[in-house]
Structure formats: C-alpha cells, structure tokens
C-alpha cells in the first residue's frame, strides 16, 4: 500500500500525508422525494426542485451509529487487503449519540479483537457535521506528528440524519465514510492551507437528550453556513497568497486555481448557491474586474455590495448562480451524485462528495488537481481546506486503485430498494418510538439489508447492544434460527454465551460469514 512507512520512519517529515483510501456505506432502502412531496401534501418540486434533492436513504430500526461505522470499516480493511495490526489510530466523527459515555470508537475495536491489536489511539469527535472533518484533522496531524509510530490512521464518519414530521424531514439521510490516512497518499493534503472559522450561534443543535431530532433554525442556519464559507474562504486564500509570495509569485488566488471544489452539502441546491457565493467573494476581492466579458459579464450593479447584507438576497443569489454556471458544471457538480440519491449524511456528507467526484472521473483527469473541500458544522465550525492529488495516474498507481474503488458507486446506489412514502413515515415513527430502550429486538427485516451489512439483533435489560452480521453468501438465510445462533455476533461490553461463535480472522481479516 501506499502508506506503508520504511522502518526510518522516524527521521524526515512523512511526505504526502492524505487519503490512501476511502470506502463508502449507504442503507439499501430509500424514498423517492417526488413521491414523498404528494404524501406530504406539498407542491410539487419543493423538494425535487427547491432542495434539489431526488432520494433519501434511511435505516430501520435494524441499524444504527455502531452497525453503520462497523459495516464500513470492515469494508475498507478487506477491500484494501488491511491487517488490523497495521492501524496505530482510529477515529471517529459524529453527532449521532446512543450512549453519552461510551464512544463509537470502542465498539469498533470489537473488530480488532483477533488480531490482538489494542494499542490504537483516538476517540470520537462530536460538533455537528464538522465532526468527521475534526477526526480526519487529528488523524493527519498524528501521522505528521512526533507520535507517529509508522502505522495507518483510520478515519470514520457516520450519522443518521433524521427529522420531525414537517418542512427539515426531506433533508435526511443516512450513511457513513471511512478513510485509511497515511503518507504517499493519492490525495495529500496541502500543508499550511486551511482556512477556519469558529463562533457561538444555536441555528442546529440537540438539547433533548431523549430524541434523535434536532431543534432547526433554518434561516439562521443558511446565514451561518455562508457566513463561514465567506470567512474560511479569506482565511484560506490569504495564507495561500502569503505561500505563493514566499515562493516568489506575486499572482492573486481565485477559484479556477481549485480544480474541483466539493462542499458539505445538507441540500443540492445550497452547494449550488455556496459556488455561486465564492464567485461573489472573487468579484468583490478582484481590484478590477471585467464585467464587460468572462464569468463577470453584466455584474457591475453589485460591484459595491457587502457580504454581510446578501445573505438573503435575491437578486445577487441569482446573478451569481447564472455567473457560475459554468463553473459548477465544471467543478462542482458531479460530487452531488451521493448527495441527491442519498440525502444529507451530516458528518460524512462532505466526503460523500468526494467519494461522488472521485467515482466520475478517471485517474488521468484527477491526477495533478486541486481539490477544494468545505467542511461545516452547526453550533458552529468550519473549515475550507485543499488537496493535492498525485500527478501518477498509471494502472496499477494509488490514485487508479481509489479510483477503481469507487467506480461502482452509481450501481451500488441504483440497486436499492425503493420503500413507500408510507412505509417511510412508519419507519421514522418506529425509531422515535424505540432507539432509547432497553430490552427491544429490532422489527426490521435483515433480508433488506446489503449483504455483508452489520446490524442490531437486541438491546438487552442494562442498555447493551449486540450486533450480528448479514452474510455475504445471499444463499444463507440471513433470519433462520441458524444464524440467530450461529452466526458473528459482537456483544458490546458483555461476555460472549455459549453457543454462539467466536470471532473468526483469515489473515486479521474479519469474514461476515457463517461460521
């Protein structure tokens, strides 16, 4: 692999410190939003159109934050080939919380019980959608960082994005990313630049400790979200100036100096509005901008606006959108794939949209780009950073193997199942009813499922909760008695009983087989 370090790994600075790999989980049911705006009695294209979204992935009462993060880690460590004992830091982003002590992070260590690796640093990370980005931070400062022991970082980000009845529900989704972080990366990240903004606003949050529902102040939110974008987006490109000027170039930083730009995306159509307000950020920055022909055409009526008064603006939203049509087109758009089937992720979506942007191009049209990625979190954090994707792009290379990777994304999407507006709202009734209890076994059917998905199988009388995993074999039946007692179970803090298989490890790689 790529990020495999030489035993003098103590010496230089690691070069190319970045993503090596990146795996990417969905539930494999979703609801059509045309359909869901005719049961919701709303016009139609409010939220195919308005939103800009498609289809919303969500999960029974059959998964939750542990099932999700461990499908998609054991995804990762197999397709990659990865010994357990080969990660030295694992992390984990997120805002979906089933236990206010206990972390994500130590139930997934259940994976590495047979490799016998335990000396694996790192925790959760909770703020929002920033989450996973924060992890993903910490994950490359280690490998950067004197405390480097010469292994990979693990990085994983997962959310169910659920909401109450009403106008925020079209805007959930559900899923989970896991990035394998190391040096000599395929996409490395660009040293020195990254531009954060901080501040105190309540536009999301969740104060109920009972209920997976957030308390949404929208208008709010949207201003908070631009707002950072705005700040992050000077931040960055004043300390990419400053580093071209020690490098002895005087040139301005604009957005065609980013070769494609993916942003954390609650609905399609605000990543569509943030391009267009990064445009705007360029034309009032540019001391002289053409407005007779280019991108800038006919923008000289807001030459003298100030950021701060057009966060609602009509006017400039639309000048600024057709402005950058093209742009989005070019740079932007192909990263929403994820985005507009599957809905809003919060700590993964941003990734979602890597992942989207990587699985629609080839290794040659990614290799030498930049790639601009906004990560945003309510409550609330931000950061707009860059990497660099290696210029190697020859069969067999890092970058042809991520690519190849995601190249199946489109189908893995396409061959879910769609589930009624109906079935959906008594899906989401059920969760709200029961993902706090003890002593329930989940309703859901394991046979809707993907195969190799894990999943919940009881939450006994002390809260503790025990997964099993769906085989990959579609043959074996995934309900039976059989699998019921035989089959993988992770016992989450509680001694394994009799009768039920041990974790098996081919190579410290786990199999979601029969045993």
Same mark, same amino acid.
């Given at each position: 692999m790529p990020g495999s370090a030489p035993v003098s790994y103590l010496g230089p600075w690691p070069k190319d410190v970045g993503i090596i790999a990146l795996e990417l989980y969905f539930p494999s049911q979703y609801v059509d939003q045309t359909e869901l705006e005719e049961f919701d009695g709303v016009p139609a294209g409010k939220y195919t159109v308005g939103l800009g979204q498609a289809r919303m992935g969500f999960c029974s009462d059959r998964e939750d934050i542990? /099932?999700?993060c461990l499908t998609v880690v054991q995804r990762l460590m197999e397709k990659n080939a990865l010994s357990y004992n080969s990660i030295g830091r694992l992390e984990v982003g997120t805002e979906t919380i089933i236990d206010k002590s206990k972390s994500v992070k130590t139930a997934l260590m259940q994976l590495f019980e047979n490799s016998g690796n335990t000396d694996v640093e790192g925790i959760d990370t909770t703020?929002?959608? #920033?989450g996973g980005t924060a992890a993903l931070f910490n994950a490359v400062n280690w490998v950067e960082s004197s405390s480097w022991d010469g292994r990979y970082a693990l990085v994983v980000a997962g959310d169910i994005a659920v909401y109450a009845t009403g106008s925020a529900r079209p805007t959930g989704g559900a899923g989970a990313v896991a990035m394998l972080i190391g040096p000599n990366a395929p996409l490395a990240f660009e040293r020195g630049l990254r531009g954060t903004h901080m501040q105190h606003a309540y536009d999301f949050y969740k104060p109920d400790m009972v209920s997976? #529902?957030?308390v949404v102040d929208g208008k709010l939110s949207i201003q908070c979200y631009l707002s950072a974008l705005d700040r992050c987006y000077s931040v960055y490109r004043n300390k990419i100036h400053a580093q071209w000027q020690r490098e002895g170039s005087d040139k301005s930083f604009s957005l065609e100096d980013f070769g494609f730009l993916v942003f954390h995306s609650p609905y399609c159509k605000l990543v569509q509005k943030s391009l267009a307000r990064l445009m705007l950020n360029d034309f009032l920055n540019h001391p002289n901008p053409n407005t007779e022909t280019g991108p800038f055409t006919g923008l000289e009526a807001f030459r003298d606006v100030q950021p701060e008064d057009t966060y609602f603006d009509r006017d400039v939203e639309k000048a600024f959108m057709k402005a950058s049509t093209d742009m989005f087109e070019r740079k932007t758009k192909a /990263?929403?794939?994820? /985005?507009?089937q599957n809905g809003n992720m919060y700590t993964p979506s941003v990734y979602g949209c890597l992942a989207s942007l990587i699985a629609q191009h080839t290794p040659s049209q990614m290799a030498?780009?930049?790639?601009?990625? @906004? /990560? #945003?979190?309510?409550? @609330? $954090? $931000?950061?707009? #950073?860059s990497l660099r994707v290696t210029q190697d792009h020859t069969p067999g290379s890092s970058l042809d193997k991520l690519v190849l990777s995601l190249s199946d994304l489109k189908t893995r999407l396409d061959s879910r199942k769609k589930v009624s507006p109906a079935l959906f709202s008594e899906n989401m009734k059920l969760r709200e009813d029961t993902h706090h209890l003890a002593n329930y076994v989940p309703q859901g059917s394991v046979e809707d499922l993907f195969p190799g998905t894990w999943y919940l199988t009881?939450? !006994? !009388?002390k809260h503790r909760r025990e997964y099993a995993c769906r085989p990959v074999d579609d043959d074996l039946p995934a309900e039976s008695e059989l699998v019921r007692s035989r089959a993988r179970v992770l016992l989450l803090g509680m001694t394994r009983p009799a009768g039920v298989a041990t974790l098996y490890s081919g190579g410290d790689h786990l199999n979601c087989l029969l045993l």
């Open positions: 542990n /099932s999700l703020n929002a959608c #920033y997976e #529902y957030p /990263s929403l794939l994820i /985005s507009n030498g780009q930049r790639i601009g990625v @906004f /990560s #945003y979190g309510s409550g @609330f $954090a $931000a950061t707009l #950073y009881r939450v !006994d !009388d």
